[in-house]
């Protein structure tokens, strides 16, 4: 090989341009910024207060003292894991959701970098929805494709989608649509007729859809959100992003997974192969019971959320400043504006500095939302108190 002389520059020149340019400003970056401040009530997370129950990490403990600590050769799940994944999905959405449609992935980051990395290439674009959270852009960037927002409309407090804007924006590049629903960090939520339209689009144009149901169970109108689960055949250009983080309050554990069409498994089982060589057996069998054992629970977190949401509402309200959006449908967040601002971010640092209360500012989930400010509300009620009466303090 013939040498090259190289500048005398730093080995970050030396990356692919695409990643060395990614952002660098993000909520974790936030909360290290904030380590010298005592006393701070952290709400920019996207996770409950609470720790994962008892019976689930029993389960996983169990697992461990087995000597469950070698490779699990099905890349797909465990076979335990995956038959009751499919049976808690097909009892959930009242469908059949075969063995051959579910791959469990460390995380359901790692389930959205599959899910593109098998569709993207250079040159095209995926079109999504903003406010979003920001994850989703830069996966679809370190995929290689063009990351194309378009924005939900803000009318009357309430986030809405136009189809017909969504469909525009998308051309003969375009590999997949892609939205969270609920939406973090909005809590925007695709009706059944929204989800078929979309569906519809996609038969009609072979855009897939990419659906970020991560917050399903965080729905306060019943069991679980509209989901495109429940419309998509077998071979459907549908994949489904979720995981155990929020409902089940594993965050920790990093364990999701990705819904897809039957045919593509042994792509995605492969992709599992070669970026991760599978998943931990006895994180595995901690989902398991949570999937078997956790419905009480489950109803719990989302109970958590919904009540952290009427005292932050209830509280917020009172002031002539904070302009709070109608109340969600699902998701675990308030999502409010303050007028007379100079920026969200402003006051994101001024509340960090003066309240000691870290929220997300709205530039982070995109242009749409740059005036907007996320709290998380899965918390302690008590908690929410005392962070609504220090943020009113300050304003």
Not at 17 to 25: M, P, Q, V
Not at 266 to 275: D, E, K, N, W
Request: proline share 5%; net charge negative; hydrophobic share 40%.
């Amino acid at each position: 090989m013939k040498r090259r002389a190289l500048a005398a520059d730093t080995a970050l020149s030396r990356i692919r341009g695409d990643i060395a340019d990614l952002e660098t400003e993000n909520i974790a970056l936030l909360a290290e910024r904030a380590g010298s401040i005592e006393d701070v009530i952290t709400l920019w997370y996207g996770e409950s207060d609470v720790v994962t129950p008892a019976f689930i990490r029993q389960a996983a403990k169990d697992s461990l003292d087995q000597g469950e600590t070698f490779y699990v050769p099905e890349m797909a799940a465990r076979p335990d894991l995956a038959r009751e994944l499919s049976r808690y999905q097909s009892e959930l959405h009242g469908v059949n959701i075969g063995l051959d449609r579910s791959t469990v992935a460390p995380g359901g980051m790692q389930a959205v970098i599959i899910a593109l990395e098998l569709i993207v290439d250079k040159g095209s674009n995926v079109v999504y929805l903003e406010p979003q959270w920001p994850n989703i852009r830069h996966a679809i960037q370190i995929a290689g494709g063009e990351a194309r927002p378009v924005p939900l409309d803000y009318v009357e407090g309430d986030w809405r989608l136009d189809l017909d804007r969504l469909f525009d924006a998308c051309d003969a590049r375009t590999k997949a649509i892609m939205f969270s629903t609920p939406s973090n960090p909005c809590g925007w939520t695709a009706s059944p007729e929204e989800q078929q339209a979309l569906l519809e689009f996609s038969r009609e144009t072979g855009v897939w859809i990419i659906s970020d149901e991560v917050y399903n169970r965080l729905y306060f109108h019943g069991p679980s959100a509209p989901s495109m689960m429940r419309l998509a055949g077998e071979e459907d250009l549908v994949m489904c992003i979720n995981g155990f983080s929020k409902a089940w309050a594993m965050t920790g554990w990093r364990l999701g997974w990705l819904n897809h069409p039957a045919s593509v498994a042994p792509a995605v089982r492969a992709m599992t192969q070669y970026m991760n060589s599978g998943t931990p057996p006895f994180v595995q069998a901690g989902a398991l019971t949570a999937l078997r054992d956790g419905e009480d629970f489950v109803r719990s977190v989302r109970d958590r959320c919904a009540q952290g949401l009427s005292v932050v509402y209830e509280r917020l309200g009172r002031s002539n400043r904070i302009r709070l959006s109608n109340k969600p449908k699902g998701g675990m967040y308030a999502f409010f504006s303050v007028d007379e601002a100079d920026s969200a971010s402003a006051v994101c640092a001024r509340l960090l500095e003066e309240a000691h209360v870290g929220l997300a500012p709205g530039h982070l989930f995109g242009e749409t939302s740059k005036d907007f400010i996320r709290m998380c509300v899965c918390n302690d009620p008590e908690l929410l108190e005392e962070a609504c009466r220090r943020i009113e303090a300050v304003m």
